[in-house]
């Protein structure tokens, strides 16, 4: 059984930054993929971000590209969202998710989700 905690959602002002944190436990294990995703009133959860935790691989949703990263520290079992140049259309809750194919992260069918950290942009 996998828990993830996220954290460091807040309010920033437009072309600031944040940096999100998924807390995983027991540990990551290296058969995950772990995604980040966002959800608004009235919108699906969107898909923003996922890392292979094996071969760190990433792949950044093409909306976000450019401004958004995502990375991980295994010492720490922590994933990370690096958000710069926020826009409001980037606030909403922020998740992170993990199951063990990529197609099931992105397609936000994971087994296993955290609670969620809202994210506010405004001037």
């Known amino acids: 059984q996998v828990q993830l905690v996220e954290s460091g959602g807040g309010s920033v002002q437009i072309g600031g930054s944040l940096r999100l944190s998924c807390g995983v436990s027991?540990?990551?294990?290296?058969?995950?993929?772990i995604g980040w995703f966002r959800q608004t009133p009235g919108k699906e959860r969107e898909w923003v971000a996922v890392?292979?935790?094996?071969?760190?691989?990433?792949d950044i949703w093409d909306s976000v590209k450019g401004r958004f990263t995502i990375s991980q520290d295994t010492a720490k079992n922590t994933v990370y969202l690096v958000m710069k140049d926020l826009k409001p259309e980037d606030s909403g809750i922020y998740y992170c998710?993990?199951?063990?194919?990529?197609?099931?992260?992105?397609?936000?069918?994971?087994?296993?989700w955290g609670q969620g950290t809202q994210v506010t942009v405004s001037s």
């Open positions: 890392i292979a935790t094996g071969s760190g691989n990433t």
């Open positions: 998710a993990a199951d063990t194919t990529y197609s099931t992260v992105v397609m936000r069918r994971s087994r296993f």
């Open positions: 027991p540990n990551i294990d290296t058969k995950y993929y």
